[in-house]
């Protein structure tokens, strides 16, 4: 099945520079691929997704980027804040597997003021 | 959060004794999962259902049932429950009609089993 590996696990910054958290994925017919902050306490929430097709995606101090090829596909937060600090998740999808999720271990990001 | 509802939200249970945990939804999405979340596996699948009636096993489906005789609920049910079933349970929901739509959770059941 879909395996997912997620580097680094824990990852320290200092406020107003940049984190980079990198994900593998195994099946190749994998084609959605989004990305989970989780704070203390609550659910995982959304943060950006990109698809198959598309090889970069920005919002605003977010961006992923997607490369089919290496299968790997990669965070950038630049100028961190501490409201930053959290953990978060990688995720693949392949309609191999139905709808499901298969997700990474997780990173947890601290930022350090 | 996205019209998602996880009951109860904290439980402590004694081995060997039924658990159900529910999830209920407002956004009638057609999918429903139950995740859960240990310290170095992120989050794991258990079971999921893609329309009432229709349920499948994930990848830690062992120990676990499900039902979803509606279309807003989704019943997590332990059997007789065990210490390697502490956990932090997540439902999620998602619409899927397209190709890259996301899954939105609740906030989560903290389950002891003592």
């Known amino acids: 099945g879909e395996n997912v590996e997620q580097h680094p696990s824990t990852l320290s910054v200092q406020e107003g520079d940049s984190a980079v958290i990198k994900c593998t994925y195994s099946d190749s017919a994998s084609n959605y691929f989004p990305w989970y902050k989780q704070e203390l306490g609550k659910g995982p929430q959304l943060i950006i997704d990109?698809?198959?097709?598309?090889g970069e995606k920005k919002d605003q101090r977010i961006a992923v980027t997607l490369n089919k090829t290496a299968k790997h596909f990669s965070l950038h937060i630049t100028e961190t804040q501490p409201e930053d600090s959290a953990v978060y998740f990688c995720a693949a999808r392949s309609d191999n597997y139905g709808q499901n999720f298969v997700f990474g271990p997780g990173t947890r990001l601290s930022v350090l003021p | 959060d996205a019209g998602i509802t996880q009951s109860p939200r904290h439980k402590v249970t004694e081995t060997g004794t039924p658990v159900t945990l529910r999830c209920h939804q407002t956004?009638?999405?057609?999918?429903m999962y139950w995740y859960r979340q240990d310290p170095g596996h992120g989050l794991r699948l258990i079971h999921y259902?893609?329309?009432?009636?229709?349920?499948d096993k994930g990848e830690v489906s062992d120990g676990y049932s499900v039902s979803r005789s509606k279309t807003e609920d989704f019943l997590l049910t332990l059997e007789s429950a065990t210490s390697s079933q502490t956990s932090v349970y997540f439902c999620a929901i998602g619409d899927h009609r397209g190709p890259g739509t996301e899954a939105f959770f609740g906030q989560g059941t903290r389950l002891t089993v003592v």
């Open positions: 956004e009638n999405h057609r999918y």
């Open positions: 990109i698809r198959s097709n598309v």
């Open positions: 259902s893609y329309g009432v009636k229709d349920t």
